[in-house]
């Protein structure tokens, strides 16, 4: 007779998800509470808000206030609901609140399903909450924790759909039973637990193509995740059914594998619905012409997909101190599993479940090395729960004081969230993103107070900023004349431009470490700048003698700034020349 597993002990047990659910929430709005009255953020202030305000206003999900694009409808149609409680961003960040608990939620629930112990789960679960990425993106209405939560909840189901591997191994059918009743939570029916390893639920697997389908409306991209496990399964049946193979499968087992990959094709329908009532209503398939170019045909360039594929591997595998627990599970890997009470070893994630996890994170990153104009780690978001699991089971599974391993995760984390790195990175992953938004509070309240009715020069989002009163900057729209960005380029030109314009609005629009330890030299900047729309920005002072003005406000935070200044027009601007500008940057 087979040998049990030890006793589950009341500690042992995972609470009921509608337990945890309520504390990842309370969780999740609490370690955001000084962050929930804050205004929109970049991509929020210049597409997502803009977006659902439309809908909001017009019930109309192609937007009329912004530049349309292919992005599907639910995010917006999901804040126009919770506006009907008020229009504010601490209703629209709260409501993102309560997306980032359905996600926490699913990354418990995967973890229980994966590796079976609530310590793992649940240790899982909090190193995804404060991962500085995570963080960051919980109170943001972007469309990638939409997806994200989504997408996890498929990756529940495709794992619920069979009993997991490690159940198997010393249960006979009536252990299976009181097992899985205690560990899965009825996600598996009990009357299904004599057909062998690998059969799968329908029911389960239907509900991973409707998460999935969810995820696809959140956002297009979504949908590299089920193609990457229906084209897995349907490899393996292939595989398997192959012959002369000296490991082919039953015909039960094909089945299972086609039906499976079959199924998780299905959520391409819905979006293949809305690429074509967008095309109806627009005229364009994939988005705008600019658009289509910037996202996909732009970024085709074989030496663009490398450097990129090598940026997507550091941001899943070392950005903001991910290098630790990576390293520590490396570590732990050379070392012997360990044994429970009774004897038998400590359960891993088995390899057909740690094959899918890998699958999927392959997909993503080689998906998002090709595609996406902005190498931006929210799109990776999904993907982060599944390492940080990988690590902490491993971390379970070969080291006796494995929670020591646990803390020092949490606290490189921590540390992360509010210590930038030496390396360029976007303000939006961990909290620099708060800083570049109260400093854009400060500066155009500077403007309002001191310069009222004043046409004022600058670059996106301050522009949307200072012409949209819904971003919640100001009470009614102001003057702008608009540059790209605070290069040299772009202030030479509009110092030679015949606009009228009397105050600037300065700020950086790209993160300049003091000092760079992790520079590549010339060329790599090149390369940025080819393929990535690096540039520099001018400093203030360098901007106000360009142009002839001066500066009346600045402020920095976090290696980030911006300054108000004042020019007296018309000027002679234009005719300063580049060595002028050299000799009066301050950095």
Not at 117 to 127: C, D
Not at 373 to 392: D, N
Not at 487 to 513: C, H, M, N, R
Request: hydrophobic letters at 50%; one cysteine or more.
């Amino acid at each position: 007779m087979a040998v049990l597993p030890r006793q589950p002990t009341p500690l042992d047990r995972p609470l009921p998800l509608r337990f945890i659910f309520p504390l990842l929430f309370v969780g999740v709005y609490l370690a955001h509470l000084t962050l929930l009255r804050l205004p929109y953020y970049w991509d929020e202030a210049g597409y997502y808000i803009p977006a659902a305000y439309d809908f909001f206003r017009t019930g109309d999900v192609i937007p009329s206030t912004t530049l349309a694009n292919p992005h599907p409808p639910l995010p917006s149609l999901y804040l126009a609901l919770w506006w009907k409680s008020g229009f504010t961003p601490a209703v629209t960040r709260t409501a993102m609140c309560l997306i980032t608990a359905i996600a926490l939620l699913a990354v418990y629930r995967l973890a229980i399903l994966l590796n079976g112990r609530p310590w793992v789960a649940a240790t899982t679960t909090v190193l995804t909450a404060i991962y500085p990425v995570w963080f960051a993106q919980s109170t943001l209405a972007h469309a990638d924790m939409f997806a994200a939560a989504a997408t996890l909840w498929g990756l529940v189901f495709v794992f619920a759909a069979q009993p997991p591997d490690f159940l198997y191994a010393a249960l006979d059918t009536t252990a299976r039973a009181a097992f899985i009743k205690e560990s899965r939570m009825k996600f598996v029916n009990a009357t299904k637990l004599d057909r062998i390893s690998g059969e799968r639920s329908p029911r389960m697997l239907w509900a991973a193509a409707a998460c999935f389908g969810v995820a696809t409306w959140c956002k297009e991209t979504a949908i590299v995740t089920p193609l990457a496990i229906a084209l897995w399964e349907l490899c393996l049946c292939w595989r398997r059914s192959r012959p002369g193979k000296p490991d082919a499968q039953p015909d039960l087992s094909r089945r299972v594998h086609l039906r499976t990959g079959l199924v998780l094709l299905t959520p391409i329908i819905p979006l293949l619905a809305w690429f074509a009532y967008y095309r109806r209503r627009t005229g364009y398939l994939l988005g705008n012409p600019e658009f289509l170019r910037y996202n996909a045909t732009s970024t085709l360039s074989p030496l663009r997909i490398l450097l990129a594929l090598a940026h997507r591997i550091l941001q899943l595998t070392a950005h903001m101190n991910m290098f630790v627990p990576v390293l520590c599970m490396l570590g732990a890997m050379l070392l012997l599993p360990l044994r429970e009470g009774d004897g038998t070893q400590r359960p891993r994630i088995s390899p057909p479940d740690q094959a899918i996890l890998y699958v999927v994170m392959v997909a993503n990153i080689l998906f998002f090395s090709v595609m996406g104009g902005a190498l931006l780690t929210r799109y990776l978001l999904p993907l982060y729960p599944l390492i940080l699991l990988l690590c902490v089971s491993t971390f379970y599974r070969r080291v006796p004081y494995w929670w020591g391993l646990g803390l020092l995760t949490a606290a490189a984390f921590l540390i992360g969230l509010f210590v930038n790195p030496p390396y360029k990175f976007a303000p939006e992953d961990n909290l620099n993103y708060a800083d570049v938004v109260r400093l854009h509070q400060q500066a155009i309240r500077q403007i309002v107070t001191h310069f009222p009715g004043s046409t004022i020069l600058t670059a996106w989002p301050a522009t949307d900023e200072l012409t949209k009163p819904e971003l919640g900057y100001v009470k009614k729209p102001l003057a702008v004349v608009t540059v790209a960005n605070f290069s040299l380029d772009e202030i030479q030109k509009a110092a030679a431009s015949p606009q009228d314009f009397s105050v600037g609005f300065a700020f950086s629009t790209k993160y300049d470490p003091p000092r760079l330890m992790l520079d590549l030299g010339a060329r790599n900047e090149a390369l940025d700048t080819r393929f990535f729309d690096f540039h520099r920005d001018l400093a203030p002072s360098a901007i106000a003698h360009l142009l002839g003005g001066r500066i009346v406000w600045r402020d920095d935070r976090q290696g980030e700034w911006a300054a108000v200044l004042h020019f007296n027009r018309p000027q002679v601007a234009g005719l300063h020349t580049t060595e002028d500008v050299v000799t009066s940057r301050e950095r």
